[in-house]
Nanobody, 122 residues
Framework: HVQLVESGGGSVQAGGSLRLSCAAS????????LGWVRQAPGKEREGVAA???????SDADSVKGRFAISKDNAKNTWYLQMNSLKPEDTGLYYC?????????????????WGQGTQVTVS
C-alpha cells in the first residue's frame, strides 16, 4: 500500500519561505518520476517541479529561481523549498509519484498522490 504524506504548508507573508516535505511509505523515491503539483482556487492543477526517473529536475517557469525540488532516496522523501513567495503561489500543494518507472513525467503520469497541504501567501 502506497501512501504519500505532505507536511510543511502554512501561511506566510509575501517574500517569505516555506519548505514542503513528502514522506512516502510503500514507495521508493529513486528511479521514478515524482514531484509537486499545486492547485489554486478555481484553477486547474499545475505542475510545479519534478524529478524524472533518471534524477533530472525540472520546474515551471512561474517558479524558476524561487523554488527548488530535492529528495533523499534513503528516506524516501522529497522536498520543495519555496523562497520569495508571492500571493499567486497560494494553493493546495500535492506531492505525487508515478506508479511505474516509465520515462515520461507529466501531471497525467502521476498515479500516487498525497492529500495536499495548504500554502497561503498574503
Amino acid at each position: 500500500h502506497v501512501q504519500l504524506v505532505e507536511s510543511g504548508g502554512g501561511s506566510v507573508q509575501a517574500g517569505g519561505s516555506l519548505r514542503l516535505s513528502c514522506a512516502a511509505s510503500g514507495a521508493t523515491a529513486s528511479s521514478y518520476c515524482l514531484g509537486w503539483v499545486r492547485q489554486a482556487p478555481g484553477k486547474e492543477r499545475e505542475g510545479v517541479a519534478a524529478f524524472d526517473r533518471d534524477g533530472r529536475s525540472s520546474d515551471a517557469d512561474s517558479v524558476k529561481g524561487r523554488f527548488a525540488i530535492s529528495k533523499d532516496n534513503a528516506k524516501n522523501t522529497w522536498y520543495l523549498q519555496m523562497n520569495s513567495l508571492k500571493p499567486e503561489d497560494t494553493g493546495l500543494y500535492y506531492c505525487a509519484r508515478r506508479a511505474g518507472s516509465w520515462p515520461t513525467c507529466e501531471i497525467g503520469d502521476f498515479g500516487y498522490w498525497g492529500q495536499g497541504t495548504q500554502v497561503t501567501v498574503s
